[in-house]
């Protein structure tokens, strides 16, 4: 079922039932993250394998304080500067977070999402909220409740319809590393130079943090249905000109006689707007009946590092072309 009744989202979620929640990055797949039965329900969901942890969602900052066991002061600079919003940060946890939320770590990840209808239930509910992103396991995120409908509807009781969402990347994943530095697990939503201008140094990329178990597996993360390749378009275009073709443009129409669907990220080269387009128009290629979709990489920079990882990772999954 989708809608918009908090009331009813909120009831299926102290019945340990699971619930789809806008959020301003991307689509949560939201349990009860106190309680063990939710949480494993929500791996089952997924299909995700269990030494993968999950984000905690909550709306205030003393009710982080309450499931973990600090808060270092540059992080909480951190947190104050850009919460409610899509910065998701590790912090040592107290043991009502379950280890299955941490798979096993004592860290445990958390942020303060930016979605009106989500803050709402959250502000009703005495328990944050374990979410993944509510896609399969290794296929793309959803940022319209239709895109949740099509991969989980039959698993879930309740998907919470907040519209396209706004941010359109997921968070950035960041935490203190052993010497007091700020790292950033996963580029997102919140650009390193936003962080460096905060904390007066770059922030180390650790490109492989989210990836170090399975590595192979994870290359495939965030994967249209159809091959996939992301490189130079002219080069893609005459070395794939024979099949019928879907196009992912940073900001200008492409033509070419094989050419089905061209999608424009920002036709004015606005990084955000094309962060914010970047999977929805994704989904609609992958639905559109064409053989292949070639995309070009976006300008390296602000959101354009979130964006050029997952055109990346979602290329290296067909790398057999
Ligand atoms: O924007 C987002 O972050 C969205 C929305 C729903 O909040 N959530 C999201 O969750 O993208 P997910 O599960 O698709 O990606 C979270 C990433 C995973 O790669 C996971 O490995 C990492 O965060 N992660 C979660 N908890 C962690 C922990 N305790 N330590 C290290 N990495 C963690
Ligand atoms: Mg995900």
Redesign the pocket.
């Known amino acids: 079922m989708i809608g918009q009744d908090i009331s009813l989202a909120k009831q299926f979620l102290i019945n340990n039932e699971l619930v789809a ?1 806008p ?1 301003e ?4 797949l939201a349990g009860n993250a106190f309680h063990p039965d939710a949480v494993i329900k929500i791996y089952q969901v997924k299909k ?1 394998p269990q030494f ?4 905690v ?1 909550t709306n205030t900052i003393e009710k982080i304080f309450s499931f973990t066991e600090s808060f270092p002061p540059i992080l909480l600079k951190l947190a104050e500067k850009f919460w409610p919003g ?1 910065l ?1 940060i ?1 912090l040592p946890k107290k043991t009502t977070i379950h280890d299955l ?3 096993g ?1 004592n ?3 958390v ?1 303060i ?1 930016n979605h009106e209808l989500t803050n709402l239930l959250l502000t009703e509910l005495e328990f944050p909220l374990a ?4 896609n399969l396991f290794g296929s793309m ?1 959803p940022t319209l409740a239709k895109h949740v409908d099509e991969q989980l509807a039959e698993q879930i009781p309740y998907i919470l319809d907040g519209g396209q969402c706004e941010v359109g990347v ?2 950035t ?1 960041i ?1 203190l590393n052993t010497f007091d530095k700020i790292e950033i ?2 580029a ?2 919140i650009s390193e130079e936003e962080i460096a201008e905060e904390v007066g140094y770059i922030p180390k990329i650790k490109k492989s ?2 990836k170090p178990e399975a590595p192979g597996m994870l290359m495939s993360h965030y994967a249209p249905k159809l091959p996939f390749k992301a490189g130079d378009l002219k080069i893609l275009l005459n070395q794939f000109k024979h099949k019928k073709l879907g196009v992912l443009s940073f900001s200008e129409e492409i033509s070419h006689p094989s050419i089905i669907l061209n999608k424009i990220l920002s036709k004015s080269g606005n990084i955000k707007e094309a962060a914010k387009n970047f999977f929805t128009y994704l989904h609609e290629l992958d639905d559109t009946g064409v053989e292949i979709i070639l995309a070009e990489f976006v300008p390296d920079i602000d959101l354009g590092k979130a964006i050029n990882d997952k055109l990346q990772r979602a290329s290296a999954a067909f790398n057999y072309y």
Do not use: D, Q
Request: charged share 15%; hydrophobic share 40%.
């Open positions: 929640i959020t990055t991307v689509y949560g995700r993968n942890p999950i984000i969602h899509p998701t590790l939320v941490t798979a770590s860290l445990v990840a942020r999402p979410a993944p992103s509510a995120s997921e968070s994943i935490k697990l996963r997102g939503g943090a989210l």
